[in-house]
């Protein structure tokens, strides 16, 4: 089966441009999470989606973070304006269903670098 | 927030058994150890997860303590292709949050 499915692999802008990343994850995965990991530090979630709705996004930056998963498949995540603090990689992963989901397959990440 | 207490790196000659130590000693009665591999450039992998029995799976073996204060994760015959960081996570089944710390970063050498 086809993995979850990340892009732009790169992307470099400038502080207070902004950005945003999409993902596709594994087909019929009902859940969906974004993590962002910093050079040298292990994934930190950022929002978590069952569906279409949102079951956690208590350390996602609202005032310049924000994402949408319509229709509950696809995902983008959206910063506006960057900082040089947002340069991470920016992972993607999905798993079965709620009760289930003891297994999360991740995409290859988007690195942002913020200049 | 993790829960657990890992070495920062361990070496391991290649073919040998390389055996990864996890110090999780405030863990819950209803809490499940899991570990995931990182290999650079790519996203987390899962690798196994345990409960208080020890498991195996075509990946790894995972011994879980008889008090469940620590696991070690034991790769039979490491590769080179074993090089990552290892994860070591503590997690209740039903709550979705994986809190990554900062793993083990394991070198396997020719």
């Keep these: 089966e086809a993995g979850v499915a990340q892009s ?27 993590y962002q990991q910093i050079l040298g530090q ?3 979630l950022l929002i978590q989606f069952q569906n279409n709705g949102v079951v956690d996004d208590s350390q996602l ?10 229709k509950g498949v696809d995902s ?33 990440g988007t690195r942002l670098t913020v200049t | 927030d993790a829960k657990t207490t890992q070495p920062p790196s361990m070496d391991c000659a290649e073919g040998r058994a390389a055996n990864l130590p996890c110090n999780h000693s405030t863990i819950s ?14 996203g987390p992998q899962y690798i196994i997860h345990g409960l208080k ?34 994860y070591c996570i503590v997690r209740a089944r039903g709550f979705q949050k994986l809190v990554f710390g900062t793993g083990t970063r394991l070198l396997v050498s020719p």
């Design chain 1, 76 to 108: 983008t995540l959206k910063i506006q304006p960057a900082k040089l603090e947002d340069s991470a990689v920016y992972l993607c992963a999905s798993s079965p269903r709620l009760a289930e989901a003891y297994e999360q397959y991740f995409g290859p």
């Design chain 2, 53 to 86: 029995n020890n498991e195996t799976n075509e990946m790894a073996s995972l011994i879980i303590t008889e008090d469940r204060k620590s696991s070690t994760l034991i790769l039979p015959h490491a590769t080179l292709r074993d090089t990552a960081v290892y």
């Design chain 1, 42 to 44: 292990g994934p930190k």
């Design chain 1, 61 to 70: 930056p609202k005032d310049r973070f924000s994402a949408e998963r319509l």
């Design chain 2, 29 to 42: 009665g209803n809490e499940y150890v899991y570990w995931y591999r990182q290999i650079h450039s790519q």
């Design chain 1, 8 to 34: 732009p692999r790169y992307k470099i802008i400038e502080k207070r441009q902004s950005v945003a990343f999409w993902c596709n994850p594994i087909s019929g995965h009902a859940t969906l999470y974004w």
